[in-house]
């Protein structure tokens, strides 16, 4: 059971350039998370997905898209990318018994240059 | 707009002594609260959760308490131990359970535990 694993681990990218973020779990959960780290701001959301087929925006999702592919695996899209993403991105899911337990991804360091 | 606030970015403390990591909050809404911890390089994990129905939590070591009226919650770690040195994020959420209650995090506290 690897829980819940996140490609790459880190990755330097030139302004503009675009890249996208993997996430999968195998704990069979129903919803996923994408949140940003940054210095002094805590961790801050930018989408969800409840559910399969479904996604939301969270607190901060301008300049960036996600796809709920499967059950398993969410995935975020920088399109175009900014310094201002500069960040630790970490994947989360949840949807055993206890909800509140959101299980994150061990992160993806990235720096835009 | 800080909904939760950590206002101590760090703390230090001697092994086996008491640790206190304190947070605030603005939103009334908010009805469950959980602390996460978070080693370097990896991703937070769960640490303890409270209800706005409770008004204490414990957990081994650990114990969280809650003041409503106050709007501030602690976690006591006692006795502290090394490995418990570690960033601390507190998490609050409107509750009732379901993927679309957001955790809103705090900003996180550094606790260092000296041996």
């Known amino acids: 059971n690897a829980g819940v694993t996140q490609t790459p681990k880190f990755q330097v990218l030139k302004t503009g350039q675009s890249m996208t973020l993997q996430c999968a779990q195998d704990?069979?959960?129903?919803?996923m998370y994408w949140y940003r780290q940054d210095p002094g701001m805590g961790l801050r959301l930018i989408y969800y997905?409840?559910?399969?087929?479904?996604?939301d925006k969270g607190e901060v999702p301008n300049g960036y898209n996600v796809s709920r592919l499967n059950k398993r695996e969410f995935s975020l899209r920088l399109e175009s990318a900014a310094p201002s993403q500069t960040s630790v991105y970490f994947c989360?899911?949840?949807?055993?018994?206890?909800?509140?337990?959101?299980?994150f991804g061990p992160g993806t360091r990235l720096l835009v240059l | 707009d800080q909904q939760v606030k950590q206002n101590s970015p760090s703390l230090s403390v001697q092994e086996g002594r008491i640790s206190i990591l304190n947070c605030d909050y603005t939103?009334?809404?908010?009805?469950?609260f959980l602390w996460y911890k978070k080693y370097p390089a990896e991703g937070p994990t769960f640490l303890i959760s409270?209800?706005?129905?409770?008004d204490k939590n414990e957990d081994g070591r650990f114990t969280v308490f809650l003041n409503k009226s106050a709007k501030h919650l602690s976690l006591h770690i006692v006795p502290s131990q090394p490995g418990d040195s570690a960033v601390y994020f507190c998490?609050?959420?409107?509750?009732?359970?379901?993927?679309?209650?957001?955790?809103?995090f705090g900003t996180g506290t550094l606790l260092a535990v000296q041996p």
């Open positions: 989360a899911s949840v949807g055993g018994g206890a909800w509140e337990t959101q299980y």
């Open positions: 704990m069979n959960h129903n919803s």
């Open positions: 997905s409840a559910s399969e087929g479904t996604t």
């Open positions: 939103n009334s809404m908010f009805d469950y």
């Open positions: 409270i209800s706005s129905i409770k």
């Open positions: 998490a609050a959420t409107p509750g009732g359970g379901g993927a679309t209650n957001k955790l809103i």
